[in-house]
């Protein structure tokens, strides 16, 4: 009985992926950080992937493969679908290279990363917008490129794209003399992970890396955990450059067999990473950027004293979100409250309210007033940002006292999203 080979990226091929992107990739910066060195008493260093032309890693694949393509496949062209990264890399390979390229994306893709793609390969790429999440862009588009013959550039699950973003790890330890003791890496598909894991493995077995997933789409961690790959059933896309439901076969088997481990982090502990980059580094990464620096509090007291490498994937963030990122760290950090707050009908009800239930330094930050449903109380959806989350107690216990309390709607998802 014959045993399956399992895909393994050489050391070789690594290398010759290296040599083909030299003149098509930047050679990221690894530069540490002083304020998260500081933070967790280790020395944190930053592979700047968002500092790429296409702002993330994902050219390296992209074009990689593209680039050996045969002529009669590079007439015919490629397709490919994408929630954004993946397709910008395929387009500038698309204009580099001067082939074809037919680009689908979820519809609810953010206009600037649409844009992007249209900019980087001009004359050489169409947009196709179709369905609501990355899995349905990648079903149309499979159809599509068996229909017509044109080859399908996965956005991780390839050996040359594995190869091509194992580049990153061999740039990270030519950076550096001193030995890694870990790296953490964002998860989405996989590609990125499987392709880095697997050079350091041969290369530098004793750096410890660790895959990281958003709480809404653990896929590799599910999967690693049923010993087999799974298809979620539903997933949060928040995280659009870390979002699948179904990691790729090559990848699950390569990070099962390389990564010391894979956790999940909150999505609202993300945007608190975004924040805190834009503010105190001025610094601007997509919620898939920040997952590898989100991780560190979970490995706190493991990476003291260590050297420690964090993948700051990419930077295609859209201004537009800023409110939304705003309010899930907010949440997050149990400072935003949402209440169903039952006004007295009668005059100087709302002064009431907010003389003597909200603390000093309590903020309305949304009020919502519905039409009276009965002559003595009127229900009105309110929204506090307190100064600290240790002053919620307290004011729910001063709106019970003088009989304002409702209901509190930050643990009810379902009513929380209907009213607010």
Do not use: W
Request: with cysteine.
């Amino acid at each position: 009985m014959k045993t399956k080979v399992i895909y393994r990226p050489t050391i070789e091929a690594i290398k010759k992926a290296s040599l083909n992107l030299q003149e098509v990739v930047l050679k990221t910066p690894l530069v540490k950080n002083d304020y998260y060195s500081k933070k967790y008493q280790s020395t944190i260093l930053f592979k700047r992937e968002d500092l790429q032309q296409v702002r993330s890693y994902k050219i390296r694949g992209a074009y990689n493969k593209i680039s050996s393509l045969t002529e009669n496949e590079r007439i015919k062209g490629v397709i490919c679908a994408s929630a954004g990264n993946h397709a910008q890399g395929v387009a500038l390979s698309c204009k580099l290279l001067k082939i074809h390229g037919v680009i689908y994306m979820p519809t609810p893709t953010p206009k600037q990363k649409i844009n992007q793609v249209k900019m980087f390969g001009e004359q050489y790429v169409d947009v196709v917008l179709i369905g609501d999440s990355f899995d349905d862009a990648k079903y149309a588009a499979t159809l599509e490129a068996e229909r017509l013959q044109k080859t399908f550039i996965h956005p991780f699950d390839d050996e040359k794209i594995i190869e091509g973003q194992a580049t990153v790890g061999l740039e990270i330890l030519e950076q550096t003399n001193a030995p890694i003791d870990y790296v953490f890496v964002p998860v989405g598909g996989g590609g990125l992970s499987s392709g880095l894991s697997s050079y350091f493995k041969q290369i530098s077995p004793n750096t410890k890396i660790i895959g990281v997933e958003p709480e809404g789409a653990p896929s590799m961690s599910a999967s690693i955990k049923a010993n087999k790959n799974i298809v979620l059933d539903s997933i949060d896309n928040f995280v659009d450059g870390a979002a699948v439901k179904r990691v790729g076969n090559l990848n699950f088997s390569l990070c099962k067999e390389n990564l010391h481990d894979m956790i999940t982090i909150p999505e609202g502990k993300i945007c608190q990473i975004i924040l805190d980059l834009y503010n105190k580094e001025a610094t601007v990464v997509e919620p898939a950027g920040a997952l590898s620096i989100a991780a560190l509090d979970i490995y706190e007291n493991e990476i003291k004293d260590k050297n420690v490498v964090c993948i700051v994937s990419g930077s295609n963030n859209d201004i537009t979100r800023t409110a939304e990122i705003k309010e899930r760290a907010l949440l997050y950090e149990n400072i935003k409250h949402y209440f169903i707050i039952r006004f007295p009908l009668r005059a100087g009800a709302l002064r009431e309210f907010v003389a003597d239930i909200l603390g000093p330094d309590d903020d309305i930050t949304h009020f919502e007033y519905t039409k009276k449903t009965n002559r003595y109380k009127g229900a009105a959806v309110v929204g506090l940002e307190l100064k600290s989350a240790n002053d919620l107690e307290p004011l729910i216990a001063r709106m019970k006292r003088h009989n304002f309390y409702g209901d509190y709607l930050n643990d009810k998802p379902d009513l929380f999203q209907f009213l607010v």
